[in-house]
């Protein structure tokens, strides 16, 4: 990372956030109507996640397991995936809008601007969660099965210790900024496969189209928001923000083999000690770092 920083136009950045807070009105989720979910037709025979995004799908111990079980590790997958997702609506983004509508950076001529598209943003979360909540509960309605009740989630758990080793309050706020901001721009590469994936259940098609559509901008804000924030940040700041995002990018890609054990252990699973034991912890899933790493060039880090 270069020392050398050339400050955003902040009047480009004001007329970006405007721009992204008019798309919000006319597009956001929360803004518009949407079926209920009890209207949607179950398929019993679709799938309810996408098999290209399970990190063992290739383990001949999953392609040999009986349909019925591969069948209820899928609904489980989008348990987990759900699950992931409040926790990092709730945990991870929210903290950080609260952060940027309570205490917008000091010396930013975008104050309000920054309040406002945050607290869309922040609007958006809380609908995001409640359709988590819904679709995953409607699956495990529709199947029949014990829900999954997980918590130790590698990046929340990161992130916890990552604000416990803070010795400054500037660390504290950058942290939260840092992990929400890749966390929003990495989410649309991971939702565009379901998003795109018309043979899986429709709504769990359904719901992952639409968070992807409000997600897409959500990158988009918070990479405008991050102008106003690296502006006034110096050379030790700024490293410390770029490292955070990019280890941030590192831990979502995490395949979460605790939330697996757990599912396995639910559905019967043959040989998953097998398939734990010889699954990558990490970087199986296709998530495009690069996202991350063009969002922290593009805001000068």
Not at 60 to 85: F, H, M
Not at 199 to 218: F, L, N, P, Y
Request: charged share 25%; hydrophobic share 40%; aromatic share 10%.
């Amino acid at each position: 990372m270069s020392a050398e920083f050339t400050v955003p136009d902040s009047e480009n950045v004001a007329l970006m956030l405007k721009k992204l807070s008019l798309l919000w009105k006319n597009r956001a989720a929360v803004n518009n109507t949407h079926p209920e979910y009890s209207e949607l037709a179950f398929n019993e025979s679709k799938k309810d996640f996408s098999e290209s995004l399970l990190p063992f799908r290739l383990h001949d111990a999953w392609q040999e397991a009986p349909e019925d079980v591969k069948s209820r590790c899928l609904s489980y997958a989008w348990g987990i995936y759900n699950l992931k997702t409040i926790y990092i609506e709730c945990d991870i983004v929210t903290p950080a809008c609260e952060d940027i509508i309570k205490c917008p950076p000091v010396n930013s001529p975008n104050r309000a601007e920054l309040q406002d598209v945050m607290s869309e943003a922040l609007l958006d979360e809380a609908l995001h969660t409640r359709m988590s909540v819904m679709a995953c509960n409607y699956i495990y309605d529709r199947r029949k099965l014990e829900p999954l009740n997980y918590t130790d989630f590698n990046l929340i758990r990161w992130r916890k210790q990552m604000l416990e080793s803070c010795s400054a309050d500037w660390q504290r706020r950058l942290t939260r900024f840092a992990v929400a901001c890749a966390s929003e721009t990495l989410i649309t590469d991971y939702l565009r496969v379901m998003a795109e994936d018309k043979s899986i259940q429709r709504i769990c098609h359904e719901v992952t189209r639409i968070h992807a559509e409000d997600e897409w901008s959500h990158s988009s804000v918070f990479s405008y928001v991050a102008y106003d924030i690296v502006r006034d940040l110096g050379y030790s700041e700024r490293k410390y923000l770029r490292n955070t995002m990019l280890k941030t990018a590192d831990l979502f890609a995490d395949n979460e083999l605790g939330a697996w054990k757990s599912v396995f252990n639910l559905a019967g699973m043959p040989y998953a000690r097998e398939i734990i034991a010889e699954t990558e912890s990490c970087n199986e899933i296709g998530i495009y770092l690069e996202s991350a790493e063009a969002v922290i060039s593009r805001i000068g880090l």
